[in-house]
């Protein structure tokens, strides 16, 4: 509790005790009116007087309908029609309202700020033979920072010594330690989990990746979402219409029915107290600001609640294919041999390829993974687009496409499987083939399932690459529809033609690696890049970034959009459900002034302490 | 040119929603958004219109919530 708090504490405590003894008092013994209004108007001054100040103080600067005011001229009234218990009732209630209001307001704002605490305030740097603690802000470019194990990375930095394991956990949200060694780019927020590491720094504090994550999140409150927007424009003549009813009630019934004013009063009464609409104002937007944390919790940068709000209405996903769905890298993923030995088979295709550096030849080399004696290769001749031959210990060797070894009078065999097919052969004899492709990241399926889980009714997918790479990948994640062949300007059509295909309130997603995706996100609702940490092409050009390459994440994103929406919702039916039953009771003359105020600051409370829930949202599944 | 500044002592979620929109009335001022949880006001502007700026929405916010203030670090 802060000591602002513990201050409304002991005025409410001395309060109500002082109200107590009054009841009493005046029960006990029956005193003339004046002097009872005295004792209560001296009890009432006890919490009541802050409110009284602040609500002068408001009028002066032209603000007539704030709560202090309202509650002021509530309790004025109850005063005036002669119920002096319920006149300090009133503020007294709506003491122990706001106090309680503040303390959950501190703690979800701790709780933001605990997600928010991505990398921390001080570095170790090396100056002139000595360790100075500074604040990372005064670190330069270029000077050296040590971080030892299980402190945090406070910025951007290259490894100059030491190795050791990192988490970047606080991060991509994912606990996967990886090693780091000397030449390692090290991202600001990562865990130092094993060894002292010296680094170098590469960018000032307010440009490194924990501070651009920041950033992004905490200005992600402006970018409003449409129920929030509804929101504050719902609360700006709510408290005017409400007032105005409480003047109607408090004067018309009477003037018509000649009924006594005193009891219409009190009815109106309640109106006051329930004008104001501080429940809904704070408690949706901090629903979406739960979810845009409880995101950035598991690595998925929202940058705005309108974004949450429009992928929680997701209905077709189009996906990008290398990058996002597959690795992008490519491996070979099936040897077909002849004659020989599938490690000889490959030996011979990666001494051949040794020489080049096209893509192929380099997952050649990687599958090999040994060093290649170059002594036993000769005379290697490339012939572009279509392979290369060489002297291997003595023999020609020919490495390339079917055309290739067609060319030399070679008879390869036909492939049978996805990818790009190398064959290798010598003059004489044919040795098989090995096919080479991208391979599919392996929480793809994962990531498409949740999606339908999640009510997404159609996953496409979006590529250049040939028409048998893409059904081959469509089939195996099931997705809906698959287009091939796909140059920039016919994604965007396609894109056209999903959005026409749209059932009303419903969006469109692109998901891409962030690349060259600018006019095909510019086509979508909500535009998502993957594998966003390090990249800030991808962190500046999408609406929603996941910080690691895992496609189950958009599942994750989904879930938490979904649940936050619906708190939003909960909350908004719930404060208002309240209040309305609470104003018709208090038309009816149902209501008493003890309900009007749990109306008012008791539903903040509760529905501060739903909101709160959203910053959860990611643990249930 | 779009700037984030703290915001101290701004209690009441309502009253920020109010400072808001009296931030965006305000003339120069292409766009205003005021975070209750993050304490947080951006504003979008020419960027030489921003020292202006910021004296006149110190001026709204003070007389919305008097104890509120802008941090200009």
Redesign the interface.
């Known amino acids: 509790m802060t000591r602002q708090q513990r201050k409304i504490l002991l005025k409410i405590v001395i309060g109500a005790a002082l109200f107590a003894a009054a009841l009493i008092i005046t029960h006990r013994i029956s005193l003339p009116w004046w002097a009872e209004l005295l004792i209560f108007l001296i009890v009432y001054l006890v919490p009541g007087h802050s409110v009284l100040i ?1 609500a002068g ?2 009028i002066a ?3 007539v309908l ?2 202090n005011f309202l509650m002021t001229i509530a309790s004025i009234a109850a005063f005036a029609i002669g119920e002096y218990p319920e006149a300090v009732e009133v503020i007294l209630f709506y003491q122990v309202g706001e106090l309680f209001e ?1 303390i959950a307001v501190g703690r ?2 701790q709780a ?2 605990d997600l928010l605490d991505l990398c921390p305030d001080e570095a170790t740097v090396l100056r002139n033979g000595n360790q100075e603690t500074v604040f990372i802000d005064a670190v330069e470019v270029g000077e050296h920072i040590l971080v030892k194990p299980g402190e945090k990375i406070p910025l951007d930095a290259q490894i100059v010594s030491g190795c050791s394991t990192l988490d970047t956990a606080a991060l991509t949200g994912e606990s996967m330690p990886q090693n780091a060694q000397p030449g390692d780019v090290v991202y600001s927020g990562c865990m130092n989990l094993s060894g002292v590491i010296e680094l170098i720094v590469t960018k000032p504090a307010s440009e490194s990746t924990a501070a651009k994550i920041m ?1 992004l999140v ?2 992600s ?2 970018r ?1 979402a449409k129920t929030e927007q509804f929101i ?1 424009k719902f ?2 003549i709510y408290t005017p219409c409400v007032v105005i009813a409480a003047i109607l009630l408090a004067v018309l019934p009477p003037l018509l029915t000649r009924q006594p004013f005193s009891e219409w009063i009190y009815r109106a009464l309640t109106f006051l107290i329930i004008s ?3 429940a809904l ?2 408690s949706v ?2 629903s979406f ?1 739960g979810g845009i944390g409880a995101a950035s919790k598991q690595g998925i940068l929202v940058k705005g609640s309108n974004y949450l709000e429009a992928l929680s209405r997701a209905e077709t996903v189009v996906m990008d294919k290398t990058g996002t769905l597959t690795q992008g890298k490519f491996h070979v993923t099936k040897q077909h041999t002849c004659s020989i030995s599938e490690a000889e088979q490959l030996e011979l295709a990666a001494m051949a390829e040794s020489a080049s550096n096209h893509p192929i030849a380099q997952s050649l080399l990687e599958a090999y993974g040994k060093e290649i004696d170059t002594e036993r290769v000769r005379h290697i001749q490339e012939t572009a687009g279509q392979g290369v031959s060489a002297l291997i210990d003595g023999r020609k060797i020919y490495v390339g496409s079917a055309a290739f070894l067609q060319d030399q009078n070679i008879d390869p065999a036909v492939t049978d499987g996805v990818g790009t097919a190398v064959h290798v052969a010598s003059d004489s004899e044919y040795f098989g083939y090995l096919l080479i492709a991208d391979t599919i990241k392996p929480d793809a399926a994962e990531g498409i399932q949740a999606l339908r889980q999640s009510g997404v009714t159609c996953v496409a997918m979006l590529t250049g690459d040939s028409e048998s790479a893409a059904k081959e990948i469509g089939n195996l994640l099931k997705l809906d529809e698959v287009h091939a062949k796909c140059l920039p300007a016919d994604k965007v059509e396609h894109m056209q033609a999903y959005r026409k295909k749209l059932s009303n309130n419903r969006t469109l997603v692109f998901v891409g690696d962030g690349m060259n995706d600018a006019p095909v996100l510019a086509q979508s609702d909500v535009g998502v890049a993957m594998g966003g940490l390090g990249s800030d092409a991808a962190i500046a050009a999408a609406d929603l970034v996941i910080l690691d390459d895992k496609p189950s994440k958009l599942g994750t994103a989904l879930r938490i959009a979904k649940k936050t929406m619906m708190i939003a919702r909960e909350n908004i039916v719930f404060a208002l459900g309240i209040k309305v039953i609470v104003l018709i009771l208090g038309a009816c003359g149902l209501a008493h002034i003890g309900a009007a105020v749990f109306a008012d600051v008791g539903v903040s409370v509760i529905a501060i302490l739903n909101a709160t829930r959203a910053m959860h949202a990611h643990h249930e599944k | 040119m ?1 700037k ?1 500044y703290r915001l101290d002592n701004l ?8 400072m ?2 009296a931030i965006q009335k305000l003339e120069g001022v292409q ?1 205003a ?1 005021i ?6 006001l ?1 504003i979008e502007a020419e960027e030489a219109d921003f020292p202006k700026l910021l004296k006149a929405a110190q001026k709204c916010i ?3 919530e ?1 104890d509120c203030e802008i941090i200009v670090k």
């Open positions: 602040k103080k408001n600067h032209g603000q704030d709560e503040k979800s704002r933001v700020s950033e905490e200005s409150a402006s409003k504050t609360a700006r104001c609409p501080c104002v704070i937007p901090l600001f | 779009k984030t209690d009441c979620a309502n009253c920020a929603a109010k808001e929109a766009s958004a975070s209750f949880m993050t304490q947080r951006t003070r007389k919305i008097p």
